[in-house]
């Protein structure tokens, strides 16, 4: 993240015009060519016609005797269930890690080498049953750091005492737009045996289930990738010739939990169609080298220094406190920082997968005067989530996705408040598949769209993506080819142009919040993580 990222430099456009706005609106199917340049969806093979767009039986989403019920189209496809996103797959308390290593008082002079020093000492000590090595505890006041901390080793938790002024603080030293924390490294998929096809002729959004041409080498309990590569056909069939490559795959990290004859069943649904008319998806074993049980809690980080850099405006997007890389299963708790750039929270990176953001705030970023607005919680890699968040800036993307993730990730109960410019949120570039946005606040547009050209090629940004009970300024969700996104329970003027899933616009619906929801009925529980 030292070099400048690779990211937009263009703001996106301005959708809520006032004659852009359509209020009232029902349920919407596909119609019509989705906007910015997407194909028209018409009724040829494997693209969906109005008909097979909607729910089979009535809504998307209902209740009966306290539990979802789950409308599906003439496909097989839902809504997915994103309660797998968060430490440990989700409803998992984090846990109390005792401390092992404490810093001195901070002084006037820099203490980037004295808390490395301790993490340093922490990451050496064994690693206990609990996966936790122990925690580095840090005093009350302002730590001054002229560099960067790394923290690239599992079982150790970075400890303040508190995000409040009287509190703990790392302030970034130095003009220079930069990762004050990084943790972990980067790492690599490795295939582990045989690569089997999947045989089916499609699976569908939310499927556990797969039939394979062979079994062998296989057992539950197996950790496994089901890889959907990327083919021009595809790209051809949502109309991003030219904007896509079929240069990438989504891979969907997850575990055999049964196997029956050449059908396996998964742990967590996928986010995305299987479909054999456009891809070879397969499933293998895989190694992929990740440290785990890391946290960072309670403290605050400010980094305006970093505005003072003589290039931050080109640099601005490296101004960020922490990015996770080789990562999973781990957190960060009540923290807060102030005055970042470009990616203010950035980095639950691509590598990423089943990390906590809980109880945080992303508070007065720092942008320029470009066109290029920063992204204030920026979810990546999969089953990742955001909860209980705040942010405040001048012009942001304040909930967004990078692209090319599998999913699921979500963001849960998180506010945006205006401080001049209009917010947005929604996926920024490239497919980014499964996203929740549940009980988000946003002053400004929540936006779920085909972005096109824009940026260099952004194209479809979501897709089977869900807003819940969003309460906008107004909201638009497009609907693309082979997929499905979904706004329900939504408020806000709905914009023109939307073509996608709308399910009680203006109101918002039972449950309170879906993400919540679909861990109870899997039998856990959102409070007894968020009381943590």
């Given at each position: 993240?030292?070099?400048?990222?690779?990211?937009?430099?263009?703001?996106?456009?301005?959708?809520?015009?006032?004659?852009?706005?359509?209020?009232?609106?029902?349920?919407?199917?596909?119609?019509?060519?989705?906007?910015?340049?997407?194909?028209?969806?018409?009724?040829?093979?494997?693209?969906?016609?109005?008909?097979?767009?909607?729910?089979?039986?009535?809504?998307?989403?209902?209740?009966?005797?306290?539990?979802?019920?789950?409308?599906?189209?003439?496909?097989?496809?839902?809504?997915?269930?994103?309660?797998?996103?968060?430490?440990?797959?989700?409803?998992?308390?984090?846990?109390?890690?005792?401390?092992r290593v404490t810093v001195p008082a901070p002084g006037a002079g820099d203490a980037t080498a004295a808390i490395q020093a301790a993490l340093d000492k922490a990451s050496a000590l064994p690693v206990g049953k609990d996966g936790v090595r122990g925690a580095v505890q840090l005093a009350p006041g302002s730590y001054h750091i002229a560099g960067q901390l790394h923290l690239d080793a599992g079982g150790?938790?970075?400890?303040?005492?508190?995000?409040?002024?009287?509190?703990?603080?790392?302030?970034?030293?130095?003009?220079?737009?930069?990762?004050?924390?990084?943790?972990?490294?980067?790492?690599?998929?490795?295939?582990?045996?045989?690569?089997?096809?999947?045989?089916?002729?499609?699976?569908?959004?939310?499927?556990?289930?797969?039939?394979?041409?062979?079994?062998?080498?296989?057992?539950?309990?197996?950790?496994?990738?089901?890889?959907?590569?990327?083919?021009?056909?595809?790209?051809?069939?949502?109309?991003?010739?030219?904007?896509?490559?079929?240069?990438?795959?989504?891979?969907?990290?997850?575990?055999?939990?049964?196997?029956?004859?050449?059908?396996?069943?998964?742990?967590?649904?996928?986010?995305?169609?299987?479909?054999?008319?456009?891809?070879?998806?397969?499933?293998?074993?895989?190694?992929?080298?990740?440290?785990?049980?890391?946290?960072?809690?309670?403290?605050?980080?400010?980094?305006?220094?970093?505005?003072?850099?003589?290039?931050?405006?080109?640099?601005?997007?490296?101004?960020?406190?922490?990015?996770?890389?080789?990562?999973?299963?781990?957190?960060?708790?009540?923290?807060?920082?102030?005055?970042?750039?470009?990616?203010?929270?950035?980095?639950?990176?691509?590598?990423?997968?089943?990390?906590?953001?809980?109880?945080?705030?992303?508070?007065?970023?720092?942008?320029?005067?470009?066109?290029?607005?920063?992204?204030?919680?920026?979810?990546?890699?999969?089953?990742?989530?955001?909860?209980?968040?705040?942010?405040?800036?001048?012009?942001?993307?304040?909930?967004?996705?990078?692209?090319?993730?599998?999913?699921?990730?979500?963001?849960?109960?998180?506010?945006?408040?205006?401080?001049?410019?209009?917010?947005?949120?929604?996926?920024?570039?490239?497919?980014?598949?499964?996203?929740?946005?549940?009980?988000?606040?946003?002053?400004?547009?929540?936006?779920?769209?085909?972005?096109?050209?824009?940026?260099?090629?952004?194209?479809?940004?979501?897709?089977?993506?869900?807003?819940?009970?969003?309460?906008?300024?107004?909201?638009?969700?497009?609907?693309?080819?082979?997929?499905?996104?979904?706004?329900?329970?939504?408020?806000?003027?709905?914009?023109?142009?939307?073509?996608?899933?709308?399910?009680?616009?203006?109101?918002?619906?039972?449950?309170?919040?879906?993400?919540?929801?679909?861990?109870?009925?899997?039998?856990?529980?959102?409070?007894?993580?968020?009381?943590?």
């Amino acid at each position: 993240m030292d070099q400048v990222r690779n990211r937009t430099r263009s703001r996106r456009y301005a959708w809520a015009s006032a004659g852009a706005v359509v209020a009232g609106v029902a349920a919407v199917v596909i119609t019509q060519a989705a906007a910015q340049g997407s194909p028209d969806t018409g009724t040829g093979a494997g693209k969906r016609s109005a008909a097979s767009a909607s729910p089979v039986g009535g809504a998307w989403i209902s209740t009966k005797g306290g539990r979802l019920v789950y409308g599906r189209d003439a496909q097989g496809n839902r809504v997915p269930d994103y309660s797998y996103a968060g430490y440990e797959g989700g409803g998992v308390p984090l846990p109390k890690v005792a401390t092992r290593v404490t810093v001195p008082a901070p002084g006037a002079g820099d203490a980037t080498a004295a808390i490395q020093a301790a993490l340093d000492k922490a990451s050496a000590l064994p690693v206990g049953k609990d996966g936790v090595r122990g925690a580095v505890q840090l005093a009350p006041g302002s730590y001054h750091i002229a560099g960067q901390l790394h923290l690239d080793a599992g079982g150790v938790v970075l400890r303040g005492a508190g995000s409040g002024a009287s509190g703990t603080t790392l302030v970034a030293d130095t003009a220079t737009a930069r990762t004050l924390i990084t943790i972990g490294k980067k790492s690599s998929y490795t295939r582990v045996g045989d690569a089997e096809p999947v045989t089916d002729g499609y699976v569908p959004v939310g499927a556990t289930g797969l039939t394979l041409a062979g079994t062998t080498g296989l057992k539950v309990g197996d950790e496994v990738v089901v890889e959907r590569p990327t083919t021009q056909a595809w790209i051809d069939a949502i109309g991003m010739h030219g904007i896509f490559t079929p240069n990438w795959s989504l891979r969907f990290e997850r575990k055999i939990t049964a196997i029956k004859g050449r059908r396996i069943t998964l742990d967590v649904p996928l986010t995305n169609a299987l479909e054999k008319q456009y891809t070879r998806a397969t499933v293998y074993r895989y190694s992929f080298p990740r440290i785990d049980h890391v946290g960072i809690e309670d403290l605050s980080l400010d980094g305006r220094a970093m505005a003072a850099a003589p290039d931050y405006a080109k640099t601005f997007y490296n101004a960020a406190p922490w990015e996770f890389n080789a990562v999973q299963d781990s957190w960060i708790a009540g923290v807060t920082w102030r005055h970042f750039g470009g990616s203010g929270q950035t980095a639950l990176g691509p590598q990423s997968r089943r990390i906590s953001v809980l109880r945080t705030q992303a508070l007065d970023m720092l942008t320029t005067d470009s066109s290029a607005r920063s992204e204030a919680y920026l979810l990546q890699g999969q089953q990742n989530l955001v909860q209980d968040c705040a942010v405040t800036a001048t012009k942001v993307h304040a909930f967004t996705t990078y692209g090319r993730q599998a999913g699921p990730n979500s963001f849960v109960d998180c506010k945006a408040t205006l401080v001049k410019d209009t917010y947005d949120a929604g996926g920024h570039q490239r497919w980014g598949s499964g996203t929740l946005y549940d009980n988000v606040t946003l002053d400004g547009s929540l936006l779920l769209v085909n972005n096109g050209t824009r940026g260099g090629g952004h194209g479809w940004s979501d897709a089977n993506s869900t807003a819940y009970n969003c309460t906008t300024q107004s909201y638009m969700v497009q609907e693309p080819p082979t997929a499905h996104n979904w706004a329900i329970g939504c408020t806000g003027a709905l914009q023109s142009g939307s073509d996608g899933q709308v399910q009680s616009p203006g109101h918002h619906t039972l449950p309170t919040s879906l993400y919540a929801q679909q861990l109870a009925d899997r039998g856990l529980s959102a409070d007894a993580v968020t009381r943590r």
